[in-house]
């Protein structure tokens, strides 16, 4: 009998393995240490009030939103980076571990993943332990989170372990992380609630206030991903586009052709809080960290950063090198599944979960 037990213990052992997650306001990443991505998806789930049934996760989600009868909800577990509904982010986890279970060849019923879950760097110490009871009761085996700005360096191939500062701006879905990182540690941490949502509301705002039409988040986003930029001179390289709201006078159908200046002016006041954010941020690292930035610069990352420009942008107004990570919005996914094959980050980061229980 101890026989049979060990060699299942074994065979478990065997079928173990590692998946990272950057669990973003706005989406999901999920990825296989030796994989890669395996789901990308939005981070919707959509419930009946009223017998709680989960119907919908992700894309499927996503699209309900603003659309469902009065019984059913479409909305997000995770603000500003953090969860707000413990139960609904739970079964959201769920559903992706399942996916990434689906990408194992021969998977085992017995195996349960070792999780990696990039967090914003401010959220509190009881936010970090729901994130990862989250991955625990969702069927990780174990649970660690890692702090998104640090992760993100990791995946752009940043020396962090290096005596140099590196400075990453990671443009989320609700948050902007802001950090300078050199001999493997955070030195100056910045994560302000304006990122790409803020610029969906604030074009949202903009064409009903300029042009008398309302349109959901859905649009904004769209306008925002086709027509973002904070240059004049995409004014002519980039097509308008034409969208469908509802008129404020008449409160009939409307169709509006939408231009990059428009959006580049409803976005251009939220661009120049964060521009303040990270030059605040500089102004608090040590002389040496400053020489250190004037040579290497600045790296972007997260969706957001596809902002047509914006590199540009930055490198002249703070008057230092910036340049826009490959696949940018995959950077902290990447990250995480990097750190999952170190050990000795993974104790470090344990380490910092006790602490924190």
Same mark, same amino acid.
């Given at each position: ?18 998946? %990272?997650? /950057?669990?973003?306001?706005?989406? #999901? ?7 890669g991505v395996v789901a990308v998806e939005p981070s919707v789930i959509a419930v009946n009030k009223i017998t709680k049934e989960i119907l919908a996760?992700? /894309? ?10 009065? $019984? +059913?909800?479409? &909305? ?12 609904? &982010? ?6 992706? *571990?399942?996916?990434?279970?689906? $990408? @194992? ?25 729901? +994130? ?13 989170? @890692? ?7 990791? =995946? ?17 879905? %609700? ?12 030195? #100056? ?17 903009? *064409?009903?206030? #300029?042009?008398? +039409?309302?349109? =959901? ?7 925002? @991903?086709?027509? =973002? ?5 995409? !004014? ?10 509802? $008129?404020?006078?008449? =409160? ?9 200046? !428009? @959006? ?5 006041p939220v661009i120049e809080k964060i521009t303040k954010a990270i030059h605040e941020a500089i102004e608090d690292a040590p002389p040496e960290i +400053?020489? !250190? ?15 047509? %420009? *914006? ?21 902290v996914l990447k990250g995480t599944l990097i750190a999952l094959g170190h050990v000795d980050l993974l104790k470090r980061l344990k380490e910092q ?5």
């Open positions: 009998m101890r026989s049979i037990i060990s060699q299942l213990f074994q065979l478990a052992k065997v079928f173990t393995y590692d998946v %990272g997650i /950057d669990l973003g306001t706005a989406n #999901v990443r999920v990825g296989l240490k030796g994989k996760v992700g /894309d499927k989600a996503k699209q309900m939103i603003g659309k469902t009868p009065g $019984d +059913v909800v479409a &909305t997000r577990p995770l603000r500003d980076g953090v969860i707000v509904d413990f139960d609904t &982010t739970k079964a959201m986890l769920e559903h992706f *571990l399942k996916l990434a279970k689906s $990408d @194992i060849e021969s998977p085992s019923l017995l195996s349960h993943p070792r999780v990696l879950v990039g967090v914003p760097s401010t959220i509190t110490d009881v936010e970090k332990q729901a +994130v990862i009871d989250a991955a625990l009761s969702a069927g990780a085996k174990e649970a660690y989170v @890692i702090e998104e700005p640090l992760a993100a360096a990791i =995946g752009t191939g940043l020396p962090i372990n290096e005596a140099r500062g590196n400075m990453i701006v990671d443009i989320g879905g %609700g948050t902007t992380d802001i950090a300078i990182i050199s001999l493997g540690g955070i030195l #100056v941490d910045k994560t302000i609630k304006l990122a790409g949502d803020e610029l969906d509301i604030k074009i949202i705002d903009y *064409l009903r206030e #300029v042009h008398g +039409v309302a349109v =959901g988040y859905r649009t904004a986003e769209r306008l925002k @991903i086709q027509l =973002g930029n904070v240059l004049s001179k995409y !004014d002519k390289e980039v097509e308008p586009l034409s969208i469908h709201g509802r $008129d404020l006078t008449t =409160g009939l159908p409307r169709t509006l052709e939408v231009t990059p200046a !428009d @959006i580049r002016e409803a976005i251009l +400053v020489a !250190d930035l004037s040579e290497y610069g600045i790296v972007l990352t997260g969706g957001g950063s596809q902002i047509r %420009g *914006l590199d540009k942008y930055w490198a002249k107004k703070l008057k230092i090198p910036v340049k826009k990570a490959k696949e940018p919005q995959l950077s979960e006790e602490t924190i229980i």
